[in-house]
């Protein structure tokens, strides 16, 4: 089946510290990739996606590389700041009949100022 | 553009209660999905529906669950009677997509039960 595994967290970072979260996912065919994050007292948002391999998403300073061949997505940002607080969720779709989106478990990141 | 609504935004309610949640979402957008999330845990799908009809239910805890989205806009997801794991944040989101999901969602900002 398609699951998703992320790094755990919590994550306590200072602020313009480089912040990276693992993501490593299992699914048959090719599944488009994402990430998305909820900052507190808000619901989830699409941080950035990627839907073939070697793709790069980026937003907000952010940036993720889907790696088919070590089935990875890592969200890193090189400079992190106070307001990038939040839960960070990995998550894959299979592009197929099963229209689930998997989500994996969620890290908290904090940043310190 | 106004975003996906639910309401309430947090409900507390003993044991064998039921309770119900609300979900208006984006306009134009057919898709509507529930979500379950549990604390430490991600999100977890309950029920997909495309326009008023079921997409997917194969998660949802049919024996006491129930979630109807009547003329393919607003929806209401019941909870009756509710135990002490249906603790958690039910998202409600929305997808402009048609038959095939691109996995691009649009969520509320949920809403929280806790059963004691």
């Known amino acids: 089946g398609n699951s998703v595994t992320q790094m755990e967290g919590p994550v306590t970072l200072s602020e313009e510290a480089f912040l990276t979260i693992n993501c490593t996912y299992t699914a048959t065919g090719y599944p488009s990739l994402f990430w998305y994050v909820q900052y507190p007292g808000e619901g989830l948002q699409l941080l950035l996606k990627a839907t073939k391999a070697d793709d790069k998403g980026s937003n907000k300073g952010f940036e993720a590389t889907y790696r088919k061949e070590t089935t990875s997505f890592h969200l890193e940002k090189g400079s992190v700041q106070v307001s990038d607080s939040a839960v960070y969720f990995c998550a894959l779709h299979p592009r197929s009949n099963d229209y689930k989106l998997s989500f994996g478990a969620g890290t908290t990141v904090t940043v310190r100022a | 553009e106004a975003g996906v609504a639910q309401s309430p935004r947090y409900k507390i309610i003993e044991k064998r209660q039921s309770v119900a949640f609300w979900c208006n979402p984006i306009s134009g957008h057919a898709t509507l999905y529930w979500y379950q999330q549990i604390l430490g845990q991600g999100p977890k799908l309950l029920i997909q529906f495309q326009n008023n009809g079921v997409v997917d239910d194969s998660q949802l805890p049919k024996d006491r669950f129930s979630a109807e989205r009547l003329k393919g806009v607003d929806s209401t997801l019941k909870i009756q009677p509710a135990k002490l794991e249906d603790s958690a944040v039910y998202l409600c989101?929305?997808?402009?997509?048609?038959?095939?999901?691109?996995?691009?969602?649009?969520f509320g900002e949920g809403s929280r039960l806790t059963v004691l």
């Open positions: 989101a929305s997808s402009l997509d048609g038959a095939v999901s691109t996995g691009e969602l649009f």
